[in-house]
Nanobody, 121 residues
Framework: QVQLVESGGGLVQPGGSLRLSCAAS????????MGWYRQAPGKQRELVGS???????NYADSVKGRFTISRDNAKNTVYLQMNSLKPEDTAVYYC???????????????WGQGTQVTVSS
């Protein structure tokens, strides 16, 4: 019922920047939270950052001060500005949205397909 489409991933040198975008579409009644997770090979998927409808943000300690999450509620879109990238940031980044659909009554978490971010010289 809900689709999340991510864009902006790619290959970047250490110290560089990338901006990820995720647009939600479908029979959306309300989105409570949108966020970004990442998963590197051999590691557990972890929260990178999230933002609520009211603008409250949350970040992993490893990205505080370097990454910024923002949200355009009118466009149902979340962004992740990634600065001062390090090789350890290399991972598949997944968009997540907690959504109440027009047909449902309970919030459900939806996931994007993932976009690869590689930080390497």
């Amino acid at each position: 019922q809900v689709q999340l489409v991510e864009s902006g991933g790619g290959l970047v040198q250490p110290g560089g920047s990338l901006r990820l975008s995720c647009a939600a579409s479908g029979s959306i009644f309300r989105i409570y939270v949108m966020g970004w997770y990442r998963q590197a090979p051999g590691k557990q998927r972890e929260l990178v950052g999230s933002v609520t409808n009211g603008g409250t943000t949350n970040y992993a300690d490893s990205v505080k001060g370097r990454f910024t999450i923002s949200r355009d509620n009118a466009k149902n879109t979340v962004y992740l500005q990634m600065n001062s990238l390090k090789p350890e940031d290399t991972a598949v980044y997944y968009c997540n949205a907690v959504v109440v659909t027009a047909a449902g009554r309970n919030p459900v978490a939806y996931w994007g397909q993932g976009t690869q971010v590689t930080v390497s010289s």
